[in-house]
């Protein structure tokens, strides 16, 4: 009697086992399957821009703020040079009031 429950226990326990271990070795597969799409840079659809109104508004704020920092640059380019030619006229006054001596 005993070897019989412990077949039929045993038959019972040995798929469920083989299902939860087939189960593991597919699991791996599918996961990089979709990670790959877990990142927005893969998506073949990333290039269609948003319609709703959250994503419009964030698109907006990224140009603006763009568009800020451009002209932050190009401002401080201009003072750079500014800088530069008065460095220039400086050293050239200097020279000339130590020649003068």
């Known amino acids: 009697m005993s070897t019989s429950i412990s077949l039929k226990s045993r038959a019972t326990f040995l798929p469920s086992v083989a299902r939860q271990s087939t189960a593991r070795l ?3 597969c599918v996961q990089r399957q979709f990670s790959l799409y877990t990142n927005p840079v893969f998506r073949p659809d990333n290039a269609v821009p948003t319609t709703d109104a959250k994503g419009f508004q964030k698109r907006e704020r990224g140009e ?3 568009y800020a920092r451009e002209k932050e640059v190009a401002e ?3 003072l750079r040079d500014e800088l530069a030619k008065q ?3 400086i050293e050239q006054l200097e020279k000339s009031v130590n020649s003068k001596k």
Do not use: F, H, M, Q
Request: no cysteine; charged share 60%; glycine share 8%.
């Open 26 to 28: 597919y699991r791996p």
């Open 64 to 66: 603006e703020g763009r």
């Open 76 to 78: 401080l380019k201009e």
């Open 87 to 89: 460095k220039a006229k």
